[in-house]
C-alpha cells in the first residue's frame, strides 16, 4: 500500500512533493519512534539455539572471560547466524519500510542502501549468513522468501544489492573509515555482546554460569544483569567459544519476563579463510546503481572486527548515543541511564496531523501520561521505552515508564 496516495487529479510532480513534504513532517514527528528501533537495534538482533551438553572445561573468573572477549582476534570467519527479535511491538502492516524511507537524508533512495535495509532486523527472525577475512573484507547476506539482500565490503567499496527490487548501492570508504569504522546495525553475537559490555560498571552483576555447546563449539555462559531495580533489561547471557574467545551466542531476557527480546547465536560457524570470490561483487545486468557519498553506508558490514580495535570497557552507550544528535543529554549512570532531548517545542501531533496509517501507527504505540511536567506520550517496547512530552521534549532509556515520567519531572 503507497504510503501517501495522491488525487488522480496531482501532477506527478506535485505528488513527488506532496510525498516529500509529508515524509519530512513524519521524520519530524516519529522521533520517539526512530529512537526506539535505532537504540533496540544497537542492543542487539537471533533464535534460541538447543544446547548439546555441558562441555567440561576448565575454570575461569568472570574478569577473566571478559578480557577473553575483548583480545579475541578470529580475523577469517564464516556461518551461520539466527536472529529472533520480539520488541512487543504491534503489526506494522509494511508501514515501517514507509517510515523508513521518510526518514531518509534524500528522496532518491535506493531499497539496497544498508542504513534502511538492515533495520528489518529489529523485528521478527531473519537468518543471515556471515563472512570475513581480515579488516578490509567482509560480508553478510540476509536470507529472504526467494529473495536475498547482501552487504559487502571489499577494499575501499561498500556495496548493497537487492535481489527482490534488483538495485544496488555503492558508495567507498576512506582509508580510516575501512582500517576501523563501526557499522551501524550489531548483526553479529559479538556486535551485540561489545555493545553490552559497555554497560559493565559498579551498577552490574557479572558472573560465569557454567557451559554450553553451540555451533559445535564448546563455550563458556557469561551472565550480566543490572545490579539495580528500573531498567526493563533482567539478564544477558553470552556464549563465548572456549578457544578463540569469538561471543557465539546472545540472549537478552527482559525484567518483566517471557521469551527472550533478542536472541542471536551461530547455527554454523568455521574459522577457515573464505573463498576470495565471496566478496567479489559486479552489479547485475538492468539493475539499479545508486552511488551515495564516501563513507556511506561503510559501516554496514559482517561487523568481524580486530579485538584489540575495540576495547568494551572504553566506552558507554550513552557516549556513543549522544554522537552526532545535538543538544542530547544523559539522566542517570549506567542501566538506568536516560538520553533527552528537546525536538524544538513540536509535541506529539493528532491523528489528522500526523495523516493516515503514521497517525494510527503512532497511537498503537503510545499511552498518555501526566506529571508534574505537564502531558504526554511514552511510547513503549519491551525493552525501550520513549517519552515525548507535549512541549516537544524527549526521553528515552532501557527504563520504566515511571522512571521515564519521573526524570522528566526533574527536568521541570
Known amino acids: 500500500m503507497a504510503p501517501f496516495a495522491s488525487d488522480d487529479s496531482t501532477t506527478v510532480t506535485e505528488a513527488d512533493d506532496l510525498r516529500a513534504a509529508r515524509r519530512r513532517k ?18 542487539g538482533l537471533v533464535p534460541a539455539l538447543a544446547d548439546s551438553g555441558d562441555p567440561d ?11 577473553k572477549i575483548a583480545a ?32 531518509e537524508s534524500g528522496d532518491g533512495g535506493s531499497s539496497a542502501d544498508p542504513s534502511s535495509k538492515l533495520t528489518e532486523l529489529v523485528t521478527g527472525t ?4 556471515v563472512a570475513a577475512d581480515g ?9 529472504e522468501n526467494a529473495a536475498e539482500y547482501s552487504v559487502i565490503h571489499n ?3 561498500v556495496w548493497g544489492y537487492d535481489s527482490k527490487s534488483n538495485e544496488v548501492f ?14 551501524d546495525v550489531p548483526a553479529t553475537p559479538k556486535d551485540l555482546a561489545e555493545q553490552a559490555l559497555k554497560s559493565v560498571d559498579d551498577t552490574t552483576s557479572v558472573t560465569v554460569d557454567g557451559t554450553a555447546q553451540v555451533a559445535g563449539r564448546d563455550a563458556y555462559r557469561l551472565v550480566v544483569k543490572p545490579k539495580d531495580s528500573g531498567s526493563t533489561v533482567g539478564r544477558i547471557t553470552v556464549a563465548v567459544d572456549s578457544k578463540t574467545g569469538l561471543p557465539l551466542k546472545f540472549t537478552l531476557t527482559p525484567a518483566s519476563g517471557g521469551a527472550a527480546v533478542v536472541d542471536a547465536g551461530f547455527t554454523q560457524v568455521a574459522f577457515g579463510k573464505p573463498a576470495a570470490s565471496t566478496f567479489d561483487f559486479t552489479p547485475p545486468k538492468g539493475a539499479k546503481v545508486t552511488e551515495g557519498k564516501p563513507d556511506e553506508g561503510a559501516g554496514a558490514g559482517a561487523g568481524i572486527r580486530k579485538g584489540p580495535q575495540h576495547d568494551p570497557a572504553r566506552a558507554k552507550p550513552e557516549e556513543d548515543f549522544g554522537k552526532g544528535l545535538d543538544g542530547l543529554k544523559i539522566i542517570g549512570k549506567g542501566w538506568n541511564s536516560i538520553a533527552t532531548f528537546d525536538t524544538g517545542g513540536q509535541g506529539m501531533p493528532s491523528g489528522s496531523q500526523a495523516g493516515g496509517d503514521l497517525g494510527g501507527f503512532l497511537g498503537s504505540l503510545g499511552d498518555k501520561v501526566k506529571g508534574d511536567f505537564g502531558s504526554g506520550t511514552v511510547f513503549s517496547t519491551r525493552l525501550v521505552n520513549a ?16 522512571a521515564l515520567v519521573k526524570a522528566a519531572d526533574a527536568g521541570k
Open 155 to 157: 577494499g575501499k567499496d
Open 72 to 103: 579475541s582476534d578470529v580475523q577469517q570467519l564464516s556461518g551461520t547466524v539466527k536472529i529472533s527479535t520480539d520488541l512487543g511491538l504491534p503489526d506494522l502492516g509494511g508501514l515501517e519500510n514507509s517510515l523508513a524511507s521518510g526518514m
Open 126 to 129: 531473519h537468518t543471515l549468513r
Open 170 to 183: 555503492h558508495s567507498t570508504a576512506s582509508d580510516s573509515a575501512a582500517a576501523g569504522k563501526e557499522q
Open 57 to 67: 572445561l576448565p575454570k575461569i573468573s568472570a574478569q577473566e572471560l571478559i578480557e
Open 135 to 143: 579488516p578490509d573484507k567482509q560480508k553478510l547476506s540476509l536470507l
Open 387 to 402: 517519552l515525548m512530552t507535549d512541549d516537544g521534549k524527549v526521553y528515552v532509556g532501557a527504563v520504566t515508564k515511571d
Open 26 to 43: 513524519a521524520a519530524r514527528y516519529v522521533v520517539p519512534v526512530a529512537v526506539v528501533g535505532v537504540a533496540a537495534a544497537t542492543i
